[in-house]
């Protein structure tokens, strides 16, 4: 079954940008019909669901954060990357990527603090 791990800092600074990074195994990213996905949690919330990048390389976004945030992929090292722009302490949360409802990343902790 197919495999996420996130990686990326743990601790950014405010309005500095935000790099996450997605590795996939045991599925290919650009199979057809595959969507990957981006979600968090600050602290005691819900989750939020960030955003998507398709198969085809085509990207969607959360209108509230569709401003600040990207979607990228590296199909040769089989990746999905998030860059969030501007964060602020608000976007302190765990961070997972995702394939679907079944099969999520462990999650990363993000901290954004001075």
């Known amino acids: 079954q197919v495999q996420l791990q996130e990686s990326g800092p743990g601790l950014v600074k405010p309005s500095q940008t935000l790099s996450l990074t997605c590795t996939v195994s045991?599925?290919?990213?650009?199979?057809?019909?595959?969507?990957w996905m981006w979600i968090r949690q600050p602290p005691g919330k819900g989750l939020e669901w960030m955003g998507v990048?398709?198969?085809?390389?085509?990207?969607y976004y959360s209108p509230s954060l569709r401003s600040r945030a990207s979607i990228s992929r590296d199909t040769s090292k089989n990746q999905f990357t998030l860059q969030l722009n501007s964060v602020t302490p608000e976007d302190t949360a765990v961070y997972f990527c995702?394939?679907?409802?079944?099969?999520w990343g462990q999650g990363t902790q993000v901290t954004v603090s001075s």
């Open positions: 045991d599925d290919s990213i650009t199979t057809n019909g595959g969507y």
């Open positions: 995702a394939r679907n409802i079944k099969s």
């Open positions: 990048i398709a198969y085809s390389g085509v990207t």
